[in-house]
C-alpha cells in the first residue's frame, strides 16, 4: 500500500488542485480587484471587503438573516428528525413506508421545491389579501418551513442508522439500575448518539448557510432584499450591479471563511462528546 499509495492518491490530489484549489486562489486574488473580466483586473487592495460592509451592500443584513435562518433551522430540523428516528424504529406496521415518505422530499431539486412551497404558502397568503413578500418575517419562516420539509428525512435516516447501532445492552443495564425510559434516553441512548448528531448537525449547518437555490425561488430576497441570505446575496452583487464584481468576489471569500470556520467550531464541539461518551 505504501509503495503504491502515490498512483492511488494522484487523481484525487490533481482534481483538488484544479477544481479547488487553483479557482480558490484565483477567486481570492479576484477580491483584491476590480474587473469585470479576468484580463481587466486591476488591483484596489482592501476596498472590495471596506464595500461589502458598507450600507448600500446589504451584506450584514444578509449575514444577520442567514444566523438567525441557521439557528432555527439546525434546531427545529434536528429535533423533529431524532423524534421521528425514535417513533420509527418502533416495531410499528409500515414503518418502512413512513420512512420512504418522510425521505422523499430530499430527492427534490431545490429551485423546484421552492417553487411549489412559493405556490402553497402563497395559495394560503391570499385568503388573508397578502403574499410571501408582504412581510420579511412570512419570508423568514417559509423558508424554515421549506428546509425543515426537505431536510428531516435525510436526517430521519442518518439516526435511525445511529440508533440501531446502540448497544440494547446498555440500555437494558440502565432499565435494570431503575432508570426511567427518558433517564435512559437522555444518559444512555443520546450519548451513543453523538457520531450521527455530528453529521446531522454538520449538514444541516452547512446546508443552511449556503442555500441558495430555494432563497432564489421562494422569495428572491422580497421584500426590499430582507430576506436575502448569504449566496443569494453574493449572486445579485456580482451579477446584478456593474462595476461590483470585486464586491460580490470579496462576499464569496468572507463567505466561505465564515462557513468553514463555524463548521469546524462545531465539528469540534460535538466530536468531544463523542469521546466522552
Not at 426537505?150 to 443495564?173: K, T
Not at 450519548?191 to 449556503?210: D, Q
Not at 453574493?234 to 456593474?242: A, V
Request: contains cysteine.
Amino acid at each position: 500500500m505504501k509503495k503504491y499509495a502515490p498512483v492511488f492518491l494522484l487523481p484525487l490530489t490533481l482534481a483538488f488542485i484544479v477544481f479547488f484549489a487553483v479557482p480558490f486562489l484565483g477567486g481570492l486574488y479576484l477580491s483584491f480587484t476590480e474587473f469585470t473580466t479576468v484580463e481587466n483586473a486591476h488591483f484596489v487592495g482592501i476596498s472590495n471587503y471596506l464595500k461589502a460592509f458598507g450600507a448600500d451592500s446589504g451584506f450584514l443584513n444578509a449575514l444577520w438573516f442567514t444566523v438567525r435562518f441557521t439557528l432555527v433551522s439546525v434546531i427545529s430540523v434536528n429535533l423533529i428528525a431524532f423524534a421521528l428516528a425514535i417513533v420509527l424504529t418502533k416495531a410499528l406496521k409500515g414503518v418502512n413506508f413512513f420512512r420512504t415518505v418522510f425521505f422523499l422530499p430530499n430527492l427534490i431539486g431545490g429551485i423546484v421545491l421552492g417553487y411549489i412551497w412559493n405556490v402553497i404558502i402563497n395559495g394560503i397568503l391570499s385568503y388573508f389579501g397578502v403574499d410571501i413578500t408582504f412581510s420579511a418575517s412570512y419570508g423568514f419562516w417559509g423558508l424554515v418551513v421549506l428546509m425543515n420539509w426537505q431536510m428531516i428525512g435525510y436526517m430521519m435516516i442518518i439516526y435511525i442508522a445511529g440508533l440501531q447501532s446502540v448497544d440494547r445492552g446498555l440500555i437494558e443495564a440502565a432499565h435494570i439500575d431503575g432508570a426511567n425510559s427518558r433517564q435512559a434516553l437522555f444518559r444512555v441512548t443520546v450519548p451513543s448518539l453523538m457520531p450521527s448528531v455530528t453529521i446531522c448537525t454538520f449538514l444541516t449547518l452547512t446546508n443552511s448557510f449556503k442555500l441558495f437555490d430555494q432563497n432564489l425561488a421562494l422569495t428572491g430576497g422580497a421584500p426590499g432584499k430582507q430576506t436575502s441570505m448569504l449566496a443569494l446575496d453574493i449572486y445579485d452583487t456580482f451579477y446584478g450591479r456593474i462595476g461590483w464584481q470585486g464586491v460580490g468576489q470579496a462576499k464569496a471569500v468572507m463567505f466561505f471563511v465564515i462557513v468553514a470556520f463555524i463548521a469546524l467550531v462545531q465539528l469540534m464541539l460535538t466530536r468531544s462528546k463523542e469521546v466522552e461518551a
